[in-house]
């Protein structure tokens, strides 16, 4: 990995995954990070708050670290930021919108200072060795973005999360002409969005949005009420178009939400005209056919505005027959149950709800399989490496560059902590860096480990059973106890008998060991342990965590 | 509800939720019970094995109970009969192929003699007041029936699980001229399937999935791996079928999968040619592309076959590149993580993995729109109830029913419980019996409530730290402790600074207390818990549950 001449690629988030985007380039004695993003915890993760990538490899070459370059405004792409600048302080680049987002966010997690410089598409930067330009995407937020790197072995490409919207909702068309230009004049490597590459056709336009959304307004005569990603400002930016069309005041409840607009409409991306935001004790002064509310919660979140809503448990909302609940987003894989038991909730309270299944009422922020092939056909890269997606996107992927002519072997299809090594005509993956997930818990980065987990997950399967006993100091007399406490096993006041008769399992194994001069704690434990698990596994079939704890006097 | 001229409906079961199907139809002193399902646990029913229906409405009237009638062999339908049969010992009457799979359960769980009453498609029989038929239907398990009963105030059709497959792998066409038949003599209420009322079109015949699997058994040069639902036998038909044309021979792994073949094959639904079917030890004899394994696992549960070979530890199956494994079902909401992962991790053994996302390889086994109007139309109810499915999936099988033609206070959506009460001219809901969910976890059966689930969920959340202290009676003075004991929280290696300071914190409260003669268990542990919640949250932003415990000696 030291040879100088050689341009390394290494995906520390993101490869194998939805989420935690985080890729390092180096070329010599400069590194350069694209993106650094954050990963919701799957279910078996309990309790987590937040996954980050492994930056263990950036540590370790803290001296080469050039900068960090930004795609876009995502929590997938900016959301580990401030865990990264807290141990690597180096100057982010970033579209003006992605910053302001990234602002928010460091000042939230009390960062100290950080230069963050704005860029806009089209801008050509020099970080190191690396010449780095930003290319004008479409996708889900404003001000998406493309990057190229011009490295010594050639020209690297990487989409960033895009699809190719021809009408999109901000104007700004995506800039195939650069991708065609690039391709032009020779790609080494390409590195593109796999996010859908396992759906045909055409990702719709945000465009498409609007008549759904259009409809809605038209028909309906109560109140409308919106919920979308806080970050889908395209989708919030047509939604206050129609609020203006239709003469109804915009409220906006969730306080990302709120944050998003704020920072989005004083840095010019999104349209609020005078008058349209009111505030939400405003909302009474309006008839309901003259009132949006705009809210999270789209993913059936439990303590989001629209989770609250519909269980009726909304400090200032509550939901009521006539009113038209719109859920402008699709479930994330994980939440779809979440998201049916919201639209349940709110049917039951009489709403009328419009959701993508039965409507278009959401449109993906990322390329289907044609876009994919047109971007691939564009930049006609010499190697390829699939980004952005689980492993079965990956290989999806790499199957539709086989099939536009890419010779397999150039398809490089990796995991996080690969590291792929490039020279002008060669390419492979030689060897790993530490790369994996980071859990943050509360305030705690990286201190929950798998054992803290595997004790979460045995606790919420079976609950656990304490047995407390106080002994004399080098007698074998038992003062006190043993004492036994259940949580999450038993409803003990139904369950008085199991529990009696547990105790007498308990005290006699104890007495038996005492009786026998036994006295090392360890084996007290373990007798307690077996006596007890064995007798509550055969009256209820279950295995609790039975913890003894021996007190001395 | 006491009126002895009104037929009463009540659903103890499958409405607003998809599972655990269950219905007392109830006319003077006579019920009959349709069906008896269970469900399969949310995520948030921590440790949770099963989900039952409560049957408390049916023990209060276990005299009138006269039978219970099955529409076919699924889970969801059968489930529960074991549960049921043990506290209201009743004949049960099904066709031959749902009865087979009742009684393997009946034995699972000891559920002593059982009159089980073999009927078939066609048959009329009398239970109490109510003449009972049994009409053929057409689903993803053979010999599905639709149900009519014929009651003093007018004609009820239920369809049972159904689909309008005009191409069923068994040649058993859906009986649409018997539902037209009762359409024409009148029917006062049709209860119908509503699990697909979301989606538009018709659903695929069982039979288009055999062309999937056509392709796939002549492209494979390895070994084929096919993961379905055990109860689905018609896709196990089809798969044996292709099996026996490409002269592969099958083995079948998992316990479930093993035991419907089984009782599939004894009762004559499943055709398997002598010499198809071997023993897991003879496959070596054979070539790879003479072996077709089938498998449980087709929604990713971790114990299963599939997800065991997926993560290389099946005891006998370890997948290789060369392999086809084809995922012939659906993942069911909740279970689209599960199952990506699982064809992650056989993507990454080097397996081609065919699954529905990317192919033809599965097909619903309910109706969707176009065939749910038909089955209305046909049957042209005077009321209609939408059964089987979540709610918003209720109120848009209503809707449907509405564009239909039925008048809007003709369609009566309702919840488990409710008590639909009908006329020979009216209809109306009437009150509410017991309904809800039991929950079975391990061998009990009820006695895990909502205090017990919510421990297990704080635990899972945050883990626990268990506080013990040993006391003198009668004087206010520390014998041992306090000690702290922690699961789920931090590691406590490296939290010995956090885990010290706590314990002098813990320690300091309690001399307070007992330097001011506080001497209240409650009160103790009350000053525990504060003193620790919060310095614990100050240092980790985590609020684990405290357990203080108290010896006196």
């Known amino acids: 990995m030291e040879d100088q001449n050689k341009l390394l690629v290494i995906p520390l988030g993101g490869l194998g995954e939805i989420g935690k985007n985080m890729t390092v380039f180096q070329y010599g004695d400069d590194i350069v990070i694209l993106d650094a993003g954050l990963a919701f915890p799957d279910d078996d993760m309990y309790g987590i708050d937040l996954v980050i990538p492994d930056i263990t490899y950036l540590k370790n070459n803290i001296d080469k670290v050039r900068g960090v370059v ?40 009390n960062v100290g200072a950080c230069k963050l410089v704005p860029v806009q598409a089209g801008d050509i930067i020099q970080l ?11 996708h889900s937020i404003p001000d998406a973005c493309g990057i190229y790197f011009n490295t ?30 690039l391709g032009n004049k020779g790609v080494l490597l390409l590195m593109s969005d796999s996010t859908n590459a396992e759906r045909p056709g055409y990702t719709g336009s945000e465009m498409e949005v609007s008549i759904t959304l259009d409809d809605a307004f038209q028909q309906s005569r109560g109140r409308i009420i919106l919920a979308t990603f806080a970050s889908n400002v395209s989708r919030i930016q047509q939604a206050i178009h129609s609020a203006c069309k239709y003469k109804r005041k915009v409220i906006i409840f969730g306080r990302s939400m709120v944050n998003v607009v704020n920072i989005a409409t004083q840095l010019g991306y999104l349209e609020m005209p005078e008058g349209t935001l009111i505030e939400p004790e405003e909302m009474n002064n309006y008839r309901e056919d003259q009132v949006l509310i705009l809210t999270t919660g789209s993913q059936g979140e439990p303590m989001s505005g629209l989770s609250r809503m519909a269980t009726n ?46 409507s278009g009422i959401h449109v993906s922020g990322h390329a289907s399989q044609e876009e994919l092939k047109l971007m691939l056909n564009l930049v006609r890269p010499k190697f390829f490496i699939p980004v952005h997606g689980e492993y079965r996107m990956l290989k999806q992927h790499g199957k539709i560059a086989e099939r536009l002519g890419i010779p397999k072997e150039n398809i490089l299809i990796g995991e996080n902590g690969c590291v792929f090594e490039f020279t002008s005509d060669s390419a492979k993956i030689n060897g790993k860096v530490p790369s994996g997930k980071v859990f943050v818990d509360g305030l705690g980065v990286g201190d929950v480990g798998n ?57 006699t194994a104890l007495e038996n060991c005492l009786g026998n001069n036994i006295m090392e704690w360890a084996t007290l434990k373990q007798q307690i342990r077996e006596a007890l698990g064995k007798y509550l596994y055969e009256k209820t079939g279950r295995r609790p965590m039975i913890l003894p704890i021996i007190m001395e006097v």
């Open 128 to 138: 190191g060795i690396f010449k780095v330009g930003f290319i004008q995407g479409s």
């Open 70 to 109: 930004l795609t876009h405004g995502h929590e997938d792409h900016i959301g580990s930021l401030s865990y990264l600048l807290r141990e690597i302080n180096v100057p982010v680049y970033g579209t003006r919108l992605a910053l302001g987002l990234v602002e928010g966010r460091l000042k939230e997690n």
């Open 451 to 507: 054992i803290v987990l595997r004790d979460r997950q045995q606790f919420s399967q079976e609950g656990v059973v304490i047995v407390v006993v106080t002994l004399q100091k080098e007698g074998n007399i038992i003062l006190a106890g043993p004492d036994l406490v259940s949580r999450g096993f038993v409803y003990v006041r139904d369950s008085e008998e199991l529990m009696n008769e547990a105790q007498f399992r308990v005290q």
């Open 152 to 181: 010594p072995v050639g020209t690297v490409v990487h989409t960033g999360d895009f699809k190719i919207d021809q009408t999109p909702v901000d104007g700004k068309l995506i800039d195939i002409h650069k991708f065609a230009e």
């Open 313 to 358: 448990n909304h400090r200032t909302v509550s939901v009521n027959p006539g009113d038209t609940v719109l859920i402008a987003a699709t479930p994330i894989p994980g939440n779809e149950t979440s998201v049916s038991k919201t639209i349940d909730n709110l049917l039951r309270l009489g709403a009328h709800v419009v959701y993508e299944k039965i």
